[in-house]
């Protein structure tokens, strides 16, 4: 007869357990949401696809729009390591986006916040926050690339992220194009030339 398991469970072991099958469930539903769309989010459906209980499920996530929340919460934009080089890191970061946007799931997902967001104050909210999120580090490089003088004081910061990332949003969500690599090279050369800074030889 196997022994029985007398003593109170630990507040450490639950909190890895919930944490685990949180994580489990929010994996599979990221999948359902970019493989067969928001409508397919369902706790019936994520707890198929995670091996999550429904009754855990329910007790997470008490209705679909709490699902769908923190479905989207858990969706990070693609980042790059920094090297210190300006155009280095510039075109590694806008490379990344590209990726995220042509190969990987992030376009589908910004449609999908979008759609939801226009009736959902708490979705519109969350988007707000998730693209503020996603554009903070190219904002990040350029006003460390202005205390460093390798652009110029009076450099409007918005206005500067919105000429290297805007391109490849529109591109990619709007007219649908395949964004190709050279593309990333090309906006980020022509934003550094329009400020002065050499990029022959770099």
């Given at each position: ?21 949180r994580?489990?469930?929010?994996v ?15 706790h ?83 988007r707000?926050?998730?693209?503020e ?46 964004v ?19 990029t022959?030889?770099?």
């Amino acid at each position: 007869m196997p022994a029985t398991r007398l003593e109170p469970v630990q507040p450490a072991d639950v909190d890895s357990r919930i944490v685990r099958t949180r994580a489990a469930a929010l994996v599979a539903a990221r999948e359902v949401l970019v493989n067969e769309g928001i409508a397919a989010v369902t706790h019936l459906v994520v707890a198929e696809r995670s091996g999550v209980g429904r009754k855990t499920m329910y007790r997470h996530w008490p209705t679909v729009d709490d699902l769908l929340y923190d479905t989207f919460s858990s969706a990070n934009f693609p980042q790059a390591i920094q090297t210190g080089h300006l155009r280095t890191d510039l075109v590694a970061h806008l490379e990344a986006l590209r990726r995220g946007l042509v190969d990987g799931p992030l376009a589908y997902l910004v449609h999908a916040l979008n759609e939801r967001a226009a009736n959902d104050p708490r979705i519109a909210q969350l988007r707000d926050r998730l693209t503020e999120e996603g554009c903070q580090p190219v904002r990040d490089l350029l006003r460390k690339a202005v205390r460093s003088h390798e652009l110029p004081a009076g450099l409007n910061i918005e206005d500067a992220a919105s000429f290297l990332e805007g391109p490849l949003f529109y591109r990619t969500l709007v007219r649908n194009e395949a964004v190709k690599r050279n593309v990333v090279v090309a906006i980020v050369d022509r934003f550094l030339s329009a400020h002065g800074v050499a990029t022959v030889g770099r």
